[in-house]
């Protein structure tokens, strides 16, 4: 055990030698004395002892209660004075310094040793308290949750940093009043004062866990919500000398609880748009194909063809009616095709003007023709009609919203004026509103995802980030402009193509193509209407077709002697055995075979998982018979023109003309 190490500062030597001399023989290190406080300052310093014992009466400039208040400014070290016979004024100077103890001259050895005893159990005790309570102070200050400690009559006490960053106002507003000054709590449904859990913890000693979030009033004339809990402070077992207060900010949880809330709709929402679109889009492909047929049958003028057509365009919009559930969900498989936007945004006007209120005055420039871009329909839909709604939202008493469609060339000077600006020509598509506009610490953001300005159960934030995702898809970029007051303008930029570019990806002028063959299509579609229309719109185009209503039924078709195919076309979501996974035994026994997908419904990781040699060929539901035609014969072209550089006639010279 080390021994405590003991300074004595006494200025007559024959008392401090003997002093030395017995405390020496009671165990304790005193390797010097010292006479003045000059030297008693010096020594302490560089020493370091455990104890000075400090006669009040020294000589020299400093007498001991002087040379004590230096050394105690400069360290930590219990100070015991020695005194005989001081005068009361000097005693009472030395009980200012906060002492260790006093031995009376002359010191006998029992006491002496019991007084630095003492002196050295108390300053030990006291640096244990200090180093507790540091660790208590330093745990409070540091940990996550908001503390506040009061004590029996509700003053506060304590508060830590996370505190006064939740209430918003500095410590000179909290530390010494009483918690109702500044902790005001609302109930978050009634808005109404709820019990205060402060006032049972100090009178009646109750701890308690706040029933739901509280809001509270904080110092920025706001509101959060907090989740609190309190309980009381007990001395001596009962009596109760305050309360703890611990609270935390739930802003953030209840964010993510109402987006998490939000994508259990949205999920739900998918499940039952996929389940709708699976079985619709069946019936839509055999009316759309049927209609087409009529009109490709029926001599010009007929009236029947004139009714056909009805048909066919009824059906069309209900297929566009079901690809805009399936994008709300986002469901719908990303298939980018070469679209007229101004085509596009011409038929969604109707939708349009029953979706946006009364009170706002729409206009429609989209007469300019050649604003070809390549993107997919169904995200073309779920752009212009979020975009649309966000406007209306932006006009809570009404206004005006213009939708535009326009051609242009930017230039490098042009470009650097936009923020993602890009040279080169582009189908411009602007979206205009009289709204009340955005700031511009607002515009900043309004692409970030959660973002909104709007109120609760109003808005996810997923609105502009979605819009944004779906242009760049399309690699193209949006440009906004905005005046708060005066409103906000979308501008849209798709790099624009040349329509013959696209030409595969549209009906219109499909006469002029050439789509038969004479291959061997293996069709498996449960669906019995899909599939009569599809064989006979393939065997009319020259193929041979064999039927199948399920991959267990086409696996047998295919081990026939005479099974071979050169294409599978088969649905996505069968009984017994679906699609992917007929493909996948298919390519598993090494039989080289194009394939073509097709579904009323699917999500892109139903194609990702799957495990081809080459990319996956998929072609939607609904589709017209030339739709079936011109992707049949994109998928069959590699093989032909592999036929075709061994000599051999890829078609066998025979070519069959578009229907529908």
Request: aromatic content about 6%; glycine content about 8%; some cysteine.
């Amino acid at each position: 055990m080390n021994k405590s190490q003991i300074l004595i500062v006494e200025d007559e030597v024959i008392v401090a030698k003997d002093l030395q001399a017995m405390l020496r023989r009671l165990g304790y290190d005193v390797p010097v004395t010292v006479g003045t406080g000059d030297l008693a300052v010096q020594t302490a310093l560089k020493n370091r002892p455990d104890l000075i014992l400090m006669d009040i009466q020294l000589r020299g400039a400093m007498d001991g209660v002087q040379t004590a208040s230096i050394i105690e400014a400069q360290q930590d070290v219990p100070i015991v004075y020695l005194t005989a016979n001081s005068d009361g004024p000097t005693l009472q100077r030395a009980k200012e310094t906060v002492p260790y103890g006093f031995l009376v001259k002359p010191f006998e050895e029992r006491a002496i040793q019991a007084g630095i005893e003492m002196a050295l159990y108390k300053h030990q005790s006291e640096k244990r308290s200090q180093e507790r309570e540091q660790w208590l102070s330093t745990t409070l200050t540091s940990i996550a949750d908001a503390v506040i400690t009061t004590d029996e009559k509700g003053i506060t006490t304590f508060v830590n940093r996370t505190a006064e960053e939740i209430l918003g106002r500095p410590l000179r507003e909290i530390l010494d009043r009483h918690y109702s000054e500044y902790f005001c709590l609302l109930d978050q449904v009634t808005q109404n004062s709820p019990p205060d859990l402060v006032a049972e913890a100090l009178t009646k000693g109750f701890s308690r866990v706040s029933e739901g979030h509280k809001l509270l009033v904080t110092g920025h004339d706001g509101e959060k919500p907090i989740a609190l809990s309190t309980a009381p402070i007990r001395y001596n077992g009962d009596r109760i000398g305050g309360c703890v207060i611990v609270f935390r900010d739930v802003s953030l949880q209840m964010k993510l609880e109402d987006e998490l809330r939000q994508s259990q709709k949205m999920e739900a929402i998918g499940k039952l748009a996929g389940s709708i679109a699976h079985d619709f889009n069946n019936a839509i492909t055999a009316v759309m194909g049927y209609s087409s047929l009529l009109i490709s049958r029926l001599p010009e003028g007929n009236v029947l063809r004139d009714d056909a057509g009805h048909i066919l365009r009824a059906a069309e919009y209900s297929a566009r009616l079901t690809r805009q559930l399936l994008a709300f969900s986002r469901k719908q498989i990303i298939q980018p095709i070469g679209v007229n936007l101004s085509d596009a945004v011409q038929e969604m006007q109707g939708v349009l003007r029953r979706l946006i209120r009364e009170d706002i005055q729409m206009a429609f420039a989209i007469g300019e023709k050649g604003c070809w871009i390549k993107a997919d329909p169904g995200h073309l839909e779920q752009l212009v009609f979020n975009m649309s709604i966000n406007a209306s939202d932006a006009m809570p008493d009404g206004g005006a919203l213009k939708i535009s469609v326009t051609t242009c060339t930017l230039t490098v000077e042009d470009a650097r004026a936009m923020r993602d600006g890009r040279r080169g020509d582009f189908v411009v598509l602007q979206i205009a509103d009289t709204g009340v506009g955005m700031p511009p610490a607002v515009l900043k953001r309004i692409f970030e995802p959660f973002f909104t300005t709007k109120g609760p159960d109003k808005g996810t934030g997923l609105g502009l980030s979605t819009c944004q995702s779906i242009v760049q898809r399309a690699n193209g970029f949006i440009d906004v402009s905005s005046i708060v007051g005066a409103g906000t303008r979308f501008s849209i930029y798709f790099p624009k193509i040349e329509s013959a570019a696209v030409a595969a990806g549209d009906d219109a002028g499909a006469g002029d193509g050439i789509f038969g063959g004479c291959e061997r299509i293996l069709l498996v579609e449960d669906e019995e209407a899909v599939r009569m229309l599809a064989s006979s719109v393939l065997e009319e185009a020259g193929y041979s077709v064999v039927e199948a209503e399920n991959g267990l039924d086409a696996l047998a078709a295919l081990e026939k002697p005479d099974g071979s195919v050169d294409l599978i076309i088969t649905d996505m979501v069968m009984p017994r055995l679906g699609g992917r996974d007929l493909v996948q035994q298919v390519v598993n026994h090494g039989q080289d075979v194009c394939v073509l997908f097709m579904s009323g419904y699917t999500d892109d990781d139903v194609l990702r998982d799957a495990v081809f040699d080459s990319e996956v060929e998929f072609l939607q539901k609904p589709f017209t018979p030339n739709l079936l035609l011109r992707k049949v014969a994109e998928v069959l072209e590699p093989k032909r023109r592999l036929k075709g550089s061994n000599g051999t006639n890829g078609t066998n010279g025979h070519h069959a003309h578009p229907v529908g």
